[in-house]
T-cell receptor, first 112, second 116 residues
Framework: QKEVEQDPGPLSVPEGAIVSLNCTYSNSAFQYFMWYRQYSRKGPELLMYTYSSGNKEDGRFTAQVDKSSKYISLFIRDSQPSDSATYLCAMSGGGNTGKLIFGQGTTLQVKP | ETGVTQSPTHLIKTRGQQVTLRCSSQSGHNTVSWYQQALGQGPQFIFQYYREEENGRGNFPPRFSGLQFPNYSSELNVNALELDDSALYLC???????????????FGNGTRLTVT
């Protein structure tokens, strides 16, 4: 079993839809949770960064962390064709290594 | 603010050869991490360097080695290349401190390595 599970999709939605992306994890030591967006032939770009449980909102993006269920989510409101990319969840237990554990990534296509 | 830059962008090598990939950190960042991303997969942690010392390592063999220089730039060296080493190699920098992780990683666009 992988430490972080993420449905690879692909996920296809019409423009303006609300998108929900999810990851589950098994390591209860994880404390830092991130979402990255990766366009084709580019490196991952940090979207959201949260510590421990709770919600965080940034514009059209909302990240949720439920440590009791070992479940994190990213919601995208009013999705745009420019949101079409692969979304990677990542997490870390902190400590001194800076090691992130990534999910497989979910490919999202927003159709005009 | 200058972001993370990597060179070269693409590279083709033959099995058994050696390769060196280069990375310049985002300005003000003193910690560099390297990741390997196979096609259709998430990145996997190779190692991290802080103040020119290896500060953590993932499940990669010793033929993967690195260096960090006083200006915080970094190199990833891979010896005895194997076909499975074909991947996107990502460098990430952060303003981290050795005993804690409280700074998110910022990635470059990677080097696409193909081993034939």
């Amino acid at each position: 079993q992988k430490e972080v599970e993420q449905d690879p999709g692909p996920l296809s939605v019409p423009e303006g839809a609300i998108v929900s992306l999810n990851c589950t994890y098994s390591n209860s030591a994880f404390q830092y949770f991130m979402w990255y967006r990766q366009y084709s032939r580019k490196g991952p770009e940090l979207l959201m960064y949260t510590y421990s449980s709770g919600n965080k909102e940034d514009g059209r993006f909302t990240a949720q962390v439920d440590k009791s269920s070992k479940y994190i989510s990213l919601f995208i409101r009013d999705s745009q064709p420019s949101d079409s990319a692969t979304y990677l969840c990542a997490m870390s237990g902190g400590g001194n290594t800076g090691k992130l554990i990534f999910g497989q990534g979910t490919t999202l296509q927003v159709k005009p | 603010e200058t972001g993370v830059t990597q060179s070269p962008t693409h590279l083709i090598k033959t099995r058994g050869q050696q390769v060196t990939l280069r990375c310049s950190s985002q300005s003000g960042h003193n910690t560099v991490s390297w990741y390997q991303q196979a096609l259709g997969q998430g990145p996997q942690f190779i190692f991290q360097y802080y103040r020119e010392e290896e500060n953590g390592r993932g499940n990669f063999p010793p033929r993967f080695s690195g260096l960090q220089f006083p200006n915080y730039s970094s190199e990833l060296n891979v010896n005895a290349l194997e076909l499975d080493d074909s991947a996107l190699y990502l460098c990430a920098s952060s303003d981290g401190q050795r005993r804690s992780y409280n700074s998110p990683l910022h990635f470059g666009n990677g080097t696409r390595l193909t081993v034939t």
